[in-house]
């Protein structure tokens, strides 16, 4: 059926494409074709800016790098582009990213111009900055330099609510960020300002006054060329200080100004997906990331955490100090000032930094309970006074015999102690042990007469209560209770046992809640059906699953009891409602710091005695006519230094405990009349969110530590180990008992756990990794002995045959990506055994790093074809006699010459006995291509004979030609040559097949340069986040 001829079909174009398609087209086009695309017109510059600008990735190239120079500053220009141009590019922003190529101290070196003290770190967080008031559409941020962001940015970082995935890695040293100062407030100004009068403020008092004397007696003598008035010397007196001024009138409820506060930096951030906060330099930054981990609790899928290696070098063992003698001659010379603060740091003793190491260590072990919410912070509590000693005994002995009061007991135990000292005496006196004279018979009877005593008492009380009717039990209750209250609790047996301890302090905020502690603590395992309120709401009743006292995070491990938990919150009036775990813990935490608080005043107290008592000695000692020692004035100044640096480490406990009361106070929700849908639902789910982190923990898939120190019971309270699926545990102290305990929760229900990076490899870990079902990425890595930080687990004995029986045999045919490597000595070295099992069931395997004697590479050589899917190989230590490089270089030949007979092989990344250098292998497979560079030249050719011209009319039919790429029809015409000629280029064409290599190798590469290979990551190679 013909159209009509006055309805045409529109043309096809890319414009009557659906906008969908559009993108998915522009989405795969090159750099260079999306910049050329963006020059035809606006909605052609919208498709291709969302691809070019979508991602912005910066990476700060080594200083010893010279292949990384360009006169292209790229993240000026990238900055400057999302600033100043017209067309608002930044809201195509997704992905921001700054990042190094190395890891450490190489890397730091890399952008220490862009520092926050310097002039252009300051330029790069105004840009960033503005930069972000534009992206409103931003996903992820990663910031992977150790420059301090600003608060501004922070603050605009909390504003974007696309904001899901978090990568911060923190400044070395204390933040430049200082609290503004309060305004300044004039009673005069305020007054006339009241009245209605203006007056002219006066000019900064400083401006009126000379300048400073000089700090020195004499002055240096003027440059040369200079002319200086010859004048008497004056000394600049300042001026008398003003009069004081009237207090001003001031409310009776005045407030602390929110300026005095630090805005909020990492506890601003909510509903994030995942968080890596790397390069913890102070424990000052566990409050905030608490929160932040607290926010996000219902989302969060992804958490990395570590210390900085000076941070975590403060909590490990000092190192030994040097002998004096084995200084140096020149040393002697080198003048060096008295009474310095470095000087004095130096010379504190080596059990005083001993202490001061353990303290640290001690600190550092309650980092991840506080982060995740199931340990609360704690001070040390000051040693007591001493006191004198017979004053207390013979207190004792008054109490004593007050308390007794001629009771029969009270006088067995006198009579015992007095009659076993008289009769050790007598014994040592005495030559003749077997006789017995008549100072031990006195002594037998005098033990008869206390004992017989001693039972006649006890029979009569005895008959007494039998004869009186039976009571509540109240004496017994309270010795058992004081029992209780005097037992010590280990953090290792539970970690709420400190928090329990420090709740049960006088000092409380629950007023008579803590009076019944000690009976609930006798009480909350002994359940009775009296107990059961029946007229309670379902909510409030809490059943206890297989796992749930060990689970449950409730009050009672922070030394709450349910009375004074639920009825001192201040909750919001709504009918029904349910207080929260997380308020409970709050309030715990509100008990525990104000107890923190009063240690800390009493630590003051004592310091401050302490330092003036010093104080007085030192002028004492200055002021006498007699010679100065100077041993013990030397002596007394190090006392003072001492006092000083613990005056400061109770500063930042007092900062800890000010970030904990804020924190606990934002989680305890005001009263309100009325409450709206809106905040209903909020409060509903946010109680959802609550019972599901306290019954069952966080539900993280992909979890990292690097040298914090992780406990097992904490990961087991904190962490729903049933959803991870990723686990790093790099440094982190004994793995074992976290091994042990996933053990267990793996044999009532197998775990999804597929991906384990490790640095303990004990027993327990590899019967652990035994039993998974699954195992697809698995690295195991030991240090070498000069590794710093140190760790603090030991080395453990583990062989290669126990990872090939125990591991390698089970989950070969699952491993994707396979790491052993030992540093330390060549216990984990691949044996022929061990090499077969790869070669025979790793069909799957990708990625391979480990070490091997060169008799072992050999064989590796041999069964190479069994690994189908390799991509990567890097042998960190190829051991062997020899050393010659020689060895090293024909070695890695000999392997390339192997792979050209498979050419099913997959592999293209070689790095052998390299610290960071790494081949690319290319397959020549050029034959194809050099058949369409002769079929393109046979074109051209007849391009210009007129052959193939089609302009006179003449239809050319189809050419066919052979398989040499020669066409019959240009033998007929004589341009394909003779047959001679031919044959002489059909030879030469072999010739050079048969010379071209089938593998050619692009060296003098680093791993930096290799993307998308996990065993070249940074992180992997050196062991870190």
Known sequence: MASSPGRQKPPFCFMALPNEVQKEIVRNCSQADLICFALVSRHCRELAAAQLYRNFHIVFPDEDDPEYDSPI?????????????????????????????????????????????????????????????????????????????????????????????????????????ETPPPLPYNAATSTSASLGVTSVPPPPPMSNLP????????????????????????????????????????????????????????????KLRSLSVLDIDSLDMVTEIKSCVRNSSATLTKLKLSFSDKLASQARKPAPEADPDDSDVDDDFQPTPAGSSSNMANDMSGPARAFRAMEEKKAQESVLGRILDVEVYLVKKPPKKPKDKGKEKEKEKETKVESNGGNGTHEFAQALKTVMTRIV?????NTDPSEVNATQKNILETFQAAATKYVEDTMNKRAEKSNKPSTNGSSSSSKT???????????????????????????????????????????????????????????????????????DTSSKEFGMTPSASTTSLATPSTSGSVVSADVNKAMANLAAQKANFKTLAEKVDIFETQAKDLTKDIERMRSSDTPVDVSRVAEAEKQMYTISQSIADIHKELTTVEAEINDAEKQIPRPSSSVSAVDSIALKNQQMNDYLRTTRGLALQVLAIYLIPVKASVLYRAIDLRCLRHLTLLNVGPQAPIWAQMAKLNKEAPLPLRHIFTDNVTPVF?????????????????????????????RTPTTIEQIRKLVLKKHMPTLKYLMIKNLADPSWDLNEKAVLLLCRKGRVLEELAACMSIRTMHTFMQRL???????????????NEDTCVWVMRETKKFLIDNLSHHPHLKLEWISIDDDDRVERLIRARDLPKRKKEKNNKVKKMSATTGLGSTSSGLILPSIETDGSGNSAWLDAIGGNGSSDESDDSGDEEDDERFRASKIETVGDMRFYDVYGVKIFEKEVVSGRL
């Open 766 to 794: 590899l019967t652990f990794v035994h039993e998974l079902e699954a195992v697809e990425e698995l690295f195991m890595l030991e240090r070498d002995f000069k590794y710093k930080p140190e760790s603090f687990a030991p």
């Open 865 to 879: 074809a069994g690994l189908v899917s390799l991509r990567a190989l890097h042998i960190a230590q190829l051991r």
């Open 211 to 270: 300048p400073p004397p000089p700090p020195f007696s004499t002055l240096p003598p003027p440059p040369s060329g200079f002319y200086v008035p010859v004048t008497s010397v004056t000394v600049n007196v300042p001026p008398p200080p003003p009069p004081p001024m009237p207090k001003p009138h001031r409310p009776k409820a005045l407030r602390k100004t929110p300026l005095s506060k630090e805005p909020p930096t990492l506890s601003g951030f909510s």
């Open 481 to 551: 209770d004081e029992s209780v209250a005097e037992e010590p609790a280990t953090a290792e047996s539970s970690g709420a046992a400190p928090v329990a301890q420090a709740s049960t302090e006088p000092a409380s905020l629950f007023g008579d809640g803590t009076a019944d502690a000690s009976k609930d603590k006798q009480t909350e395992n002994d359940v009775t059906p009296e107990d059961i309120d029946i007229e309670a709401p379902e909510e409030t009743l809490q059943l206890d699953g297989a796992d749930g006292p060990t689970k």
């Open 73 to 177: 500053d790229g993240l000026a220009g990238g900055l400057d582009t999302f600033v100043t141009s017209d067309y608002n590019y930044a809201q195509h922003l997704r992905d921001l990213s700054l990042d190094t190529l190395s890891a450490g101290h190489k890397a730091e070196t890399a952008y220490k111009a862009y520092l926050a003290n310097l002039s252009c770190g300051k330029f790069m967080n105004t840009l960033l900055l503005m930069t972000l008031r534009r992206a409103r559409a931003l996903e992820r941020f990663r910031w992977n330099i150790r420059v301090e962001l600003s608060r501004t940015l922070y603050k605009e970082l909390h504003s974007i609510k696309t904001l899901a995935h978090l990568h911060v890695r923190l400044q070395e040293g204390p933040s430049i960020y």
């Open 425 to 429: 005496k007598e014994l040592n006196d």
